[in-house]
C-alpha cells in the first residue's frame, strides 16, 4: 500500500513537471495614430495610419481597424488597408480622426488651413532703354531700329552724340547715336561676339571693349575717318579694357598679366600703351577716368579685393601720384579687422574728382586743393553710386530707393543739390551713366 502510494505521487510530480500551463498571450493595450503632419491644406488629402502597443510597451499586431472623423463637414476618412486610411478634406477647422479596435481607440488632431491666396502676378519689366535728360524736355527715350532688344547709354560729348550697346540677336552691339541721325552701328575688333562702347570725346573718337570667342576682352579705339583698332598692349597681356578718353584722344584703362595682376594704364597716340604704377606694393589697381589735361583717377588695392585696403588715387600728368583719401570710411573683413575701400570714379579740367566708398556710401567731390564735399543720394535712399561729372561740377548716378528695390538716376550740382530724374514712362527703374557740359543726361530705364 505505501508502494503503491509513493508510485502515485511520483506520477503525479512528473505529470505535472511535464505538461505547465501556457502563458496568457499579450493584448492589446495602446493605439497610436499617424500622420506625415498635423496641419493640412483645404482641397489635400492626407494618409493616417495605426499601429498598436501592448501593456510592456512592445508591439502589437493590429489585423483590422475601424476608422471615424469627429466632423464629416471638416475631414472624412476612408479605410485604404487593415491599418490604413486616407483624409480627405472638406472644409477649414480641426478635426480628430479616431482608429478602433474592439474597446481601445486612438485619436489624431488635424488642422485645415485655408489656401494660401495665389501669388500676385509677375511685375511687367519692359527691356532696358536708353535715355537722354536735360532741363528743357526731360527725359526721353532714344530711337533705334526695329530688331533692337534693350539698349544702354554711357556716354555723350557736347555735341549730343551718344554712345553705348545694344543687344540685337542675343548679342552686344556698339553704337553711335545722334538725334538726327539715329543709331550708328560702330562694329567691333575682328572676330569679336560682343562689343560695348564706355567713352567718346567732341572728337566723336569712341572707346569701348570687345570680347572674343575666347572669352578675352580688348579694348578698342574708333573714330569716324580711322574707323576701328585695338589699342596695342606690352607683351604678357591676357585682356584689356578701356573706360575713357579726353579731348586729346588719350585712352585709360586696365590691363590684366599673365599671372593675374592689374595694371591701370594710359594709352596715346605718340607713346602708345603705358603702365600708371601702383600704390606702395599693391598689385591690382585700374585707371577709371581722365581729364582734358591728362591727370588719370581710379584706385589702387592688394589682390584681395575684400580684405586689402583700397584707395582713390590721382595719377598727375606730370608723373607724380598721390591717394586722394585719408581712406577712413570702409567696412569690417571676416576677421573682424576694418577694411577700406575707395575708389575715384570721375575728374573734370578743374581737378574736382568724385570719390565713392564701398557699397557707394558716401560720395564726395574733392576740389583740387582737397577740399572735400559730400554728395547726398536722392532723399529716403538706402545707398548711392556716381558715374561721371562735367566741367561745372555736376555729378550723375543713381540712388536705391525703397530697401534697394528700386534704383533712380539722379543729378546733383553744389547749388542745386539732387535731383531726382525719374524714370521714362511705364518704367520704374533709372541710371545714369554720363553728362556733358550742356547738362545733358544720359543713362538707361526699364
Not at 539698349?151 to 543687344?167: E, H
Not at 567713352?199 to 580688348?218: C, E, F, K, M, P
Request: proline content about 6%; charged content about 10%.
Amino acid at each position: 500500500m505505501i508502494k503503491n502510494l509513493a508510485f502515485i505521487l511520483a506520477a503525479a510530480m512528473l505529470t505535472a513537471c511535464s505538461d505547465p500551463t501556457p502563458p496568457l498571450p499579450p493584448s492589446i493595450h495602446t493605439i497610436h495614430v499617424s500622420a506625415l503632419t498635423n496641419s493640412v491644406v483645404l482641397g489635400d488629402s492626407v494618409e493616417v495610419r495605426a499601429t498598436g502597443r501592448a501593456a510592456d510597451g512592445s508591439s502589437f499586431t493590429l489585423t483590422a481597424v475601424g476608422w471615424t472623423s469627429s466632423d464629416v463637414a471638416i475631414a472624412t476618412v476612408t479605410a485604404t488597408g487593415p491599418l490604413t486610411a486616407e483624409v480627405r478634406t472638406i472644409s477649414a477647422g480641426s478635426v480628430t480622426i479616431t482608429a478602433t479596435v474592439e474597446s481601445h481607440s486612438g485619436r489624431l488632431s488635424l488642422a485645415v488651413t485655408p489656401p494660401p491666396p495665389p501669388p500676385p502676378p509677375p511685375p511687367q519689366i519692359s527691356p532696358w532703354l536708353a535715355f537722354v535728360w536735360s532741363q528743357e524736355t526731360g527725359m526721353t527715350a532714344l530711337t533705334f531700329p526695329q530688331g533692337v532688344g534693350q539698349s544702354y547709354a554711357s556716354g555723350i560729348n557736347d555735341l549730343g552724340q551718344v554712345i553705348g550697346s545694344v543687344i540685337i540677336d542675343n548679342r552686344s552691339h556698339a553704337f553711335v547715336w545722334t538725334r538726327e541721325g539715329g543709331m550708328v552701328d560702330i562694329g567691333g575688333l575682328a572676330g569679336s561676339l560682343s562689343n560695348s562702347a564706355t567713352a567718346i570725346n567732341n572728337a566723336g573718337q569712341v572707346v569701348g571693349n570687345s570680347l572674343d570667342t575666347s572669352g578675352r576682352l580688348q579694348a578698342f579705339r574708333w573714330s569716324p575717318t580711322q574707323g576701328m583698332s585695338a589699342l596695342a598692349m606690352p607683351a604678357g597681356t591676357v585682356s584689356s579694357y578701356s573706360s575713357g578718353i579726353n579731348a586729346r584722344g588719350d585712352v585709360i584703362g586696365e590691363r590684366r598679366g599673365s599671372a593675374g595682376q592689374s595694371f591701370p594704364f594710359r594709352w596715346s597716340q605718340e607713346k602708345g600703351t603705358e603702365d600708371l604704377t601702383p600704390v606702395g606694393s599693391d598689385s591690382y589697381a585700374a585707371a577709371v577716368a581722365i581729364a582734358d589735361n591728362g591727370d588719370v583717377v581710379g584706385y589702387s588695392g592688394g589682390a584681395d579685393t575684400f580684405n586689402d585696403v583700397t584707395r582713390a588715387v590721382l595719377w598727375s600728368s606730370d608723373g607724380t601720384k598721390k591717394i586722394i583719401d585719408a581712406c577712413t570710411e570702409g567696412s569690417f573683413a571676416w576677421d573682424l579687422s576694418y577694411v577700406c575701400h575707395s575708389s575715384a570714379v570721375a575728374i573734370n579740367g578743374a581737378g574736382q574728382i568724385v570719390v565713392e566708398w564701398e557699397y557707394g556710401f558716401p560720395l564726395a567731390v574733392f576740389s583740387a586743393a582737397g577740399t572735400r564735399q559730400n554728395i547726398p543720394g536722392i532723399n529716403g535712399s538706402s545707398t548711392s553710386r556716381v558715374a561721371a561729372i562735367n566741367e561745372a561740377g555736376q555729378v550723375v548716378g543713381y540712388s536705391y530707393l525703397q530697401d534697394g528695390q528700386v534704383r533712380r538716376a539722379f543729378l546733383w550740382s553744389p547749388l542745386g543739390g539732387t535731383i531726382d530724374l525719374g524714370s521714362l514712362p511705364g518704367r520704374q527703374w533709372s541710371t545714369a551713366h554720363g553728362i556733358n557740359n550742356r547738362g545733358q543726361v544720359v543713362g538707361s530705364s526699364y
